[in-house]
């Protein structure tokens, strides 16, 4: 059974940073494809980032150059960096195999930026 914990979020001034973490039990993040996702209220969830089972790490265009995704293989976690946060990256952030599987969903962790 696969269990993906997210946890880090929480409230933060604009331009300030938040590190999110994705604890995996069941799934490899070592053999897997693993994104951050974010679901704002009202809209469409999206893909943050993603980083290959190489290792290769690959953000969106959106979060370019201020969101970065790792992974420590030996916790089987995988984490998002946010930097530079503004309002509208506030979301309730969640994690899954890229791509996503329904019944792998978490909770997610609400991440609000004020300004």
């Known amino acids: 059974q696969v269990q993906l914990v997210e946890s880090g979020g929480g409230l933060v001034q604009a331009g300030g940073s938040l590190r999110l973490s994705c604890a995996a039990s069941g799934i490899f993040v070592s053999i897997n494809t693993m994104g951050w996702y974010r679901q704002a209220l009202g809209k469409q969830r999206e893909l943050v980032a993603r980083i290959s089972s190489g290792g290769t790490a690959i953000p969106a265009a959106s979060v370019k150059g201020r969101f970065t995704i790792s992974r420590d293989t030996a916790k089987n976690t995988v984490y998002l960096q946010m930097d530079s946060l503004q309002p509208e990256d506030t979301a309730v952030y969640y994690c899954?195999?890229?791509?996503?599987?329904?019944?792998?969903w978490g909770q997610g962790t609400q991440v609000t930026v004020s300004s």
């Open positions: 899954n195999s890229q791509p996503p599987v329904p019944n792998y």
